[in-house]
């Protein structure tokens, strides 16, 4: 069974515009990473953060871990039509190294 | 993607017939990971290598063999396909040591399909 579980599904938003999704887990984790895929593409590794982290920034990127709550949020900042794409949560569940991944957020960024 | 290949990249095949698909990675990473991706499931892991000749099975691992003979190859083996294999299927590699926390990175994908 997945682990994640992201919201929404789908969202479109407007270029320029700040687009925001959720993923809550089940159990106990190491660690949670945000991955994103391009139509037609192999997923890509965007970051990651550790249990014991609270918030970290990649460029556009800003994401949050909530453990108590068993949550994340992934906020893109300023969109680009490129960041038009599905995003993916993954979680790597404590004394393990697999990872388990949610169904995804669609995301378009509309011109 | 990070010296990660996968062949075929399209297959279409009859219901009934073994098909391989395979893995190859230039990163000498230990751990290798098949996954099938079907719409509304995202990514389930089918199963895994964490070294040569080393496998175990992921979630969804029945219909499904793999071999890893050498670092570098991952195969995967659908010893008679059936119409519900059919799907989108990534390879991914990861390490631990240092910063990195097992993060993944991905093949290209194979596209099967059973007829």
């Known amino acids: 069974s997945q682990q994640g579980e992201e919201d929404p599904q789908a969202l479109s938003i407007q270029e320029g515009e700040n687009a925001t999704m959720n993923c809550s887990y089940k159990?106990?984790?190491?660690?949670l990473q945000w991955y994103r895929q391009n139509s037609g593409r192999g997923l890509v590794h965007l970051i990651l953060?550790?249990?014991?982290?609270r918030e970290k920034h990649s460029g556009r990127l800003r994401v949050t871990l909530d453990t108590s709550k068993k949550s994340s949020s992934l906020l893109i900042t300023a969109s680009r039509a490129a960041d038009t794409a599905s995003y993916f949560c993954?979680?790597?569940?404590?004394?393990?190294?697999?990872?388990?991944f949610g169904a995804g957020t669609t995301v378009t960024v509309r011109a | 993607d990070a010296g990660i290949t996968q062949s075929p990249r399209h297959k279409v095949t009859e219901t009934g017939t073994p098909v391989t698909l395979r893995c190859h990675q230039t990163?000498?990473?230990?751990?290798m990971y098949w996954y099938r991706q079907d719409p509304g499931h995202g990514l389930r892991l089918i199963h895994y290598?964490?070294?040569?000749?080393?496998?175990d099975k992921g979630e969804v691992s029945d219909g499904y063999s793999v071999s890893r003979s050498k670092t570098e190859d991952f195969l995967l083996t659908l010893e008679s396909a059936t119409s519900s294999q059919t799907s989108v299927y990534f390879c991914?590699?990861?390490?631990?040591?240092?910063?990195?926390?097992?993060?993944?990175?991905f093949g290209p994908g194979t596209r099967l399909t059973v007829t």
């Open positions: 991914a590699i990861s390490f631990h040591g240092g910063d990195s926390a097992y993060e993944q990175y």
């Open positions: 159990t106990s984790i190491n660690n």
């Open positions: 953060i550790r249990s014991n982290e």
């Open positions: 993954a979680t790597v569940v404590l004394n393990d190294y697999k990872l388990s």
């Open positions: 990163e000498n990473h230990r751990y």
């Open positions: 290598s964490y070294g040569v000749k080393d496998t």
